[in-house]
């Protein structure tokens, strides 16, 4: 380790417990900054900095130390971030709140170890190799972003939905390339505090590459909002209007006749007003009842008095093998004279919610999360075809938070005209979940430059535009209707994205296998430190 590495701020050079204190208090900080910084609590900024203090952390310490630290960082992030989750366990599983906070804690950590994966190699490759630590950092984060599996997937990026200069990149290089943004800036500014600290020379090499960098996200940003702005604008609409009725998981079974009722009176009353409508999207399992999949005809028990397309959810079955039904959960599309003219079963289930691992040979997992569904997994990969609107790309709960779903299904189907996205967010309660939730789904629009129709039960529904902007939304918990016109692109566009898919993520991949085959390879030689 180089003499500048030895140097620092005192207490950070003195041995036992006030160091690492002191080191924990750091990564804590950083953990901090970046569920502050993420959205619900939408303070964007600190996630150019959060960063910087367990970077400085990990200065002087061993790699498995950082590690360490790193995963305290992880930790105290998805601490305040998923807080949800206790509420979720709650409404899901049926837990106490004992129970729900050891969840909780354990989905925690689990999942914040992703930072310790990234700092702690971040660290290995400076010590071993002698790395820089701003090189490391933008390629081994983006390599944990995406290798790492996590059962909440989501990105540091999705924390600038609000600088919309800022995120059009995204069209280039997925969610990454705002991973690649986020951690140069704190990189640079981690270099800039290093330098000074050590009175040397700021190490032009590596940062004038990562301010050439920023520069292009910027410029970028600044010349093409302004062309996808004027590409909406003369793009043709349909009227789409959805329905939120505040109906949630319980209600279902609690108010099971009123559940399917309301759907039905309040879309009567809308189109009463917008008889011009051209769709309409009600949310995840909104008719609460099974269909058969072989239906051919739903307007008298499901859309009756509604002469336009719907786009609903439902749980749909046929016969399986032996005595076993096959359940999917299905968005079902019916004509305006209620003929069933398409179906898409949820491919992407959601573990230990509709799906668990063998439960189909062990039973007595259902009695154990009697309030999770067992599901079928969905095959198909067609796109829904609606008379005046088009193509459009179908997505069930959080299969819009996911890019290589969204890319699997255009690569399957071709380039639609629209997205839709229907969901069911009332098991998480009155908390950050449904604005988490839309936001991540919002960057599907600018990763395919299409407008997302996002219908959900208790809210937040949403249009959002093909630059990721949310442009109409319900409030949270509300009983409404929405409408707008949303642009259709039927001229085939399909963003550099598309086909590139997370490159960033394999360059990551290769960088960490590079760097591990590098250090095995001088296994034998001495350590540095």
């Known amino acids: 380790m180089s003499d500048g590495e030895r140097s620092g701020v005192g207490w950070l050079r003195q041995t036992g417990t006030p160091r690492t204190l002191g080191q924990l208090l750091l990564a804590a900080l950083s953990g901090c900054g970046y569920f502050v910084g993420f959205v619900g609590f939408d303070v964007w900024p600190l996630i150019f900095v959060f960063l910087v203090p367990v970077l400085w952390a990990i200065r002087d310490v061993t790699p498995r130390r950082a590690v360490l630290l790193g995963a305290v960082a992880g930790l105290v992030a998805n601490f305040g971030g998923y807080y949800w989750v206790i509420h979720l366990l709650q409404e899901f599983a049926d837990l106490s709140l004992a129970p729900a ?68 990149i995204v069209e280039l290089f997925g969610m990454l390339g705002l991973t690649v943004l986020i951690t140069l800036v704190n990189g640079v500014i981690y270099e800039l505090l290093v330098a000074r600290v050590e009175r040397r020379p700021i190490a032009r090499r590596e940062v004038l590459p990562a301010l050439g960098y920023i520069g292009f996200a910027i410029v970028f940003g600044l010349i093409r909002l302004p062309q996808i702005d004027a590409r909406t604008a003369a793009a043709p609409t349909a009227k789409v209007g959805i329905v939120q009725t505040n ?103 959601l573990a230990f919610g509709e ?126 209707t929405l409408v707008h016109e949303v642009p259709l692109f039927e001229d085939g566009l399909t963003p550099l994205y598309q086909y590139l898919g997370d490159a960033i993520g394999r360059l990551g991949l290769f960088y960490v296998v590079l760097g591990l085959g590098r250090i095995w390879l001088r296994r034998g030689a001495p350590n540095k430190r």
């Open 355 to 480: 799906t668990l691992p063998f439960w189909d040979t062990l039973p007595q997992l259902q009695e154990w999360f009697p309030r999770s569904s067992f599901f079928t997994r969905g095959k198909s990969l067609d796109h829904f075809q609606i008379s005046r609107v088009g193509k459009v790309l179908p997505m069930i709960c959080y299969e819009d938070i996911i890019p290589d779903f969204v890319r699997r299904m255009w690569r399957a189907s071709g380039p639609p005209a629209a997205l839709v996205n229907i969901t069911n967010d009332s098991w998480y309660g009155d908390t950050h979940e449904p604005i988490i939730h839309l936001v991540l789904a919002s960057f599907r629009s600018i990763e395919t430059r299409r407008a997302m129709i996002r219908s959900t039960n208790t809210g937040i529904s949403a249009f959002i535009d093909p630059a990721g902007r949310i442009t109409k939304r319900t409030g949270q918990w509300t009983q409404e």
């Open 101 to 168: 906070l050891l969840g909780w804690f354990l989905l925690c950590a689990y999942q914040g170890f992703l930072v310790g994966v990234f700092i702690g190699l971040t660290r290995l490759f400076t010590v071993r190799l002698g790395w820089p630590v701003l090189a490391s950092v933008t390629l081994t984060f983006p390599f944990a972003e995406t290798y790492y599996p996590l059962l909440f997937p989501s990105y540091v990026g999705n924390a600038l939905y609000q600088v919309p200069v800022l995120t059009q």
């Open 247 to 349: 109906l949630g998981a319980r209600d279902k079974a609690e108010k099971s006749s009123e559940f399917i009722r309301r759907h039905q009176q309040m879309t009567r009353e809308l189109l009463a007003t917008r008889p011009d409508l051209d769709l309409v999207v009600w949310p995840e399992s909104a008719y609460n009842r099974y269909i058969r999949r072989d239906a051919k005809n739903l307007s008298k028990e499901v859309t009756p008095g509604i002469q336009v397309p719907v786009i609903l959810g439902a749980l749909t079955y046929e016969k399986g093998k032996g005595d076993r039904r096959n359940v999917y959960n299905t968005a079902v599309l019916t004509s305006s004279t209620g003929d069933v003219i398409g179906m898409f079963d949820k491919i992407e289930l």
